[in-house]
Structures are given as C-alpha cells and as structure tokens.
C-alpha cells in the first residue's frame, strides 16, 4: 500500500540554520508529492508539490527534489526564520480508478529560535 | 475571497451527545474529505465526497456520519458511538478526486472538539 514516512521531531533550530526534514515513500505508480505546512492554530497550506521523477518543487525558500531512485522528497530551507515554526506534513497521491486521496506523514514540528 | 470555512474553531460536547460540524466551500470543488488529527499520528481520513449526494468511507469511519446534499457543504456529525472524539477537525476540498495532473487539496482552520 501508499505510505509515507517522515522524520521524527521537534526539530529546534537557531534563526538562519539551514534546515532538512526528510521524507521517504512507498507508493505503487507514479504519485504526486506534497509538502503541507500547518501554523499553529490552523490548518494546512500546500507549500509546494512535484508531479514526477526529479521535479524540484519549490516556496517561500523552500525546495524539495522528487527522487524516485531513492523515494524521497526531503524538505530543505537554506536559513529558517522564526517566522518558519510550523508543523511539516509530507503527503503522497496516487491518481485514477480508486484512489484520490492524500496520503500524510505524521508530522514534524519545527522551532526556530531568534 | 474564495476558501473553506469550518465552524465553529472550538466545540464541546458532553458525554452521549451527537454534534455536527460544519464546512462550507465558495470553491467550487466536486470533491470534499474530513480529516482527523491527533497529536503525532498526522492526519486520518474520515470520509470523503466526489459528488454530491455521494460520500465514502475513509480510514477511520466508524462513530462518524455525513451528509452531501449542496456540492458546497459538507457537515461531519461526531455520534456518541465515538469513544474519542476528541480532536482536531479538519475539512478539505479539491476541484476533484482522482484523474490525471495535480490537484492539491485545499483545507480549512480545523474544529476542536472537547469532551466536557
């Protein structure tokens, strides 16, 4: 089945640091890659997407590569502001016939401190 | 400006007693999905809508019902044969389910339900 398998948090990082959130999946096909974020109190906003194998999707700072090779979409961010504390989902959708809908990770919460 | 709007943000609930949730959309989205969220579990879905006068069963259905009557409406009702309802209610729309190409789905602020 579609699964998706992020890392583990918090992560806590000084303003500035530079920032991966890794994320591998397991999916049938060709799915479509997202990376969700969620403010506190909110609920999620896309961040940016890849549609197949070596898309860069990217947002705000952000980048993720679809690596089919190795079946990630790791979230990277070359200097995190305070602004950037969130909650991280990575998702995963496979298109046609029965399927549809989005498949999450658990989440990783990010702290970035002044 | 075009979205979803979920209410009310908080809800309480006393023991044995059904309560529905709201979850309007201005997007003219076929598709719609309720999700659940607990702390460090990320999102389960409940269930989903291509169309109207259709719902699905997601992964976590049971202790839940819905309804689809408007393509923009979508209310979740949380029934009593939910043990623990207790969470994060969230509701999503996409222009549809399924097909080709991207379509991300597009979400709401989220419902927090309590249990007094």
């Known amino acids: 089945g579609n699964s998706v398998t992020q890392m583990e948090g918090p992560v806590t990082l000084s303003e500035e640091a530079f920032l991966t959130i890794n994320c591998t999946y397991t999916?049938?096909?060709?799915?479509?890659l997202f990376w969700y974020v969620q403010y506190p109190g909110e609920g999620l906003q896309l961040l940016l997407k890849?549609?197949?194998?070596?898309d860069k999707g990217s947002n705000k700072g952000f980048e993720a590569t679809y690596r089919k090779e190795t079946t990630s979409f790791h979230l990277e961010k070359g200097s995190v502001q305070v602004s950037d504390s969130a909650v991280y989902f990575c998702?995963?959708?496979?298109?046609?016939?029965?399927?549809?809908?989005?498949?999450f990770g658990k989440g990783t919460k990010l702290s970035v401190k002044p | 400006d075009g979205g979803i709007t979920q209410s009310p943000k908080y809800l309480f609930r006393k023991e044995g007693q059904n309560v529905t949730l709201s979850c309007e959309q201005n997007?003219?989205?076929?598709?719609m999905y309720w999700y659940r969220q607990d702390p460090g579990q990320g999102l389960r879905l409940i269930y989903y809508?291509?169309?109207?006068?259709?719902?699905q069963k997601g992964d976590i259905a049971e202790g839940y019902s819905v309804s689809r009557e408007k393509k923009e409406s979508f209310p979740l009702t949380v029934t009593s044969a939910q043990k623990n309802p207790t969470a994060f209610y969230l509701c999503?729309?996409?222009?549809?389910?399924?097909?080709?190409?991207?379509?991300?789905?597009?979400f709401g602020d989220g419902t927090r339900l309590s249990i007094l």
């Open positions: 999503a729309s996409s222009i549809t389910r399924g097909g080709s190409g991207n379509q991300p789905q597009h």
């Open positions: 999916a049938t096909g060709y799915p479509s």
């Open positions: 890849a549609t197949k194998a070596d």
């Open positions: 998702a995963l959708m496979n298109y046609g016939g029965s399927q549809g809908n989005l498949i």
């Open positions: 997007l003219n989205h076929d598709a």
């Open positions: 809508s291509q169309i109207v006068n259709d719902f």
